[in-house]
């Protein structure tokens, strides 16, 4: 098969890790006889120095015209205490989600046996910890307008809102992926609180009648943060807006063990991006010392997602997995010994085998 991938690397360790997920898909074009053409734009911090814009037009174009987009990381130190900078990062990647429509973004959180001790939780707590955040990733208190300052600037004011179209269509994605795994949707919201998640449970929950076998629960996020490290495995499938969506999968990282494994994906209607849950990391930026394995497993997502290559995603998956499983891993994880590339090259290597 032939196909197009726009590499967009972005900043910190995000060039290195993108590096090693580049060279596992090379090694899959190899081994299962596909043609992938590789098509580089930049963003972030290292499209701000280059162009001035964190999200160029050439990006965008360059996004459009491929058939799926790997994403590294965004985020640059200089700007993070600076309160006056009017260009950050981050906007390149919230323009590229919300102007691709990537509104369902989806990450998937799992215990590996390997790495129970890397996780400071109770081992019998997180074996089995299987689920899939779904978050609503182009509206909310994000996007939502007004939002900014009073003029003598002692007021700031952001705003949530939320359509009932948009929160049907993320629905949908959860029920879909709830119907192919154990049949069980929550929702997470702060219903007794907002208006904006009184319209989520009331939709939802309208939406669920259409399927009786799956169980739908609706919790509120506040409980559902405890919840989710003192009893991860009672949870599927969670459907949630954006910020809390933002909250929980950060939070959910610590049952794998490490963020660097994490993968996800933000998919629209047209085009779907694929990329690590962790930040720029830019300490550790240029030093071969980052977690390539979140990038590779997205990598395995956009294969199997965009492409429909589902052996292909699952070679790489399994590689990976026997990484983990002999220990072949960064620092992240139980202090391993080994360097960004030499993890890379380790599981070309399983691929291969
Ligand atoms: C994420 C990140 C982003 C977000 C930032 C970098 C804008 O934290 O993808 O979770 O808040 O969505
Ligand atoms: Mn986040």
Redesign the pocket.
């Known amino acids: 098969m032939n196909k197009k991938i726009a590499v967009l690397s972005g900043d910190g360790i995000g060039p290195e890790i993108i590096q090693e997920a580049i060279k596992v898909l090379k090694a899959i074009e190899l081994k299962f006889n596909h043609q992938f053409e590789y098509k580089y734009a930049l963003i972030g911090a290292a499209a701000i120095d280059k162009t001035g814009n964190p999200y160029p037009d050439e990006t965008h174009q360059i996004c459009l015209e491929n058939d799926a987009i790997l994403f590294g990381a ?2 640059d130190p200089k700007y993070d205490n600076d309160p006056t900078a009017k260009v950050r990062p ?1 906007q390149g ?2 323009k590229m989600r919300s102007s691709l429509g990537l509104y369902a ?1 989806i990450r998937p959180v799992k215990s590996y046996d390997a790495l129970l001790d890397a996780s400071p939780l109770k081992n019998e707590r997180i074996k089995g910890a299987d689920f899939i955040v779904v978050r609503e ?1 182009i509206s909310g208190i ?1 996007f939502g307008k007004p939002r900014g300052r009073s003029e003598d600037q002692t007021i700031a004011y952001d705003t949530c809102v939320y359509t009932k179209e948009e929160i049907l269509r993320i629905t949908k994605t959860a029920f879909e992926l709830a119907k192919n795994r154990k049949q069980k949707v929550t929702l997470l919201d702060k219903a007794n609180v907002l208006a904006t998640s009184r319209l989520w449970r009331e939709t939802v929950t309208e939406y669920a009648k259409q399927f009786p076998e799956i169980t739908l629960e609706c919790n509120y996020i506040d409980s559902a943060a405890m919840e989710i490290i003192t009893k991860p495995t009672k949870f599927d499938v969670i459907l949630t807006e ?1 910020l809390f969506g ?1 909250i929980i ?2 939070e959910a990282s610590v049952i794998a063990g490490s963020l660097g494994i994490l993968p ?1 994906a933000s998919i629209g209607d047209k085009n779907a991006l694929y ?1 690590p ?1 962790h ?1 720029s990391y830019p300490q550790a930026a240029g030093k071969n010392i980052a977690n390539p394995m979140a990038t590779i497993l997205s990598a395995a997502m956009l294969l199997e997602n965009s492409f429909g290559m589902l052996e292909e995603s699952k070679a790489i998956v399994d590689a990976v997995e026997k990484a983990i499983n002999n220990n072949f891993v960064t620092e992240d994880i139980n202090d391993g010994k080994f360097s960004t590339s030499q993890v890379g090259d380790k599981i070309v290597e399983f691929i291969l085998a």
């Open positions: 965004i985020g981050e990647l919230l973004n990733l994000y954006n933002d999968s950060d996800s990329e849950i930040g």
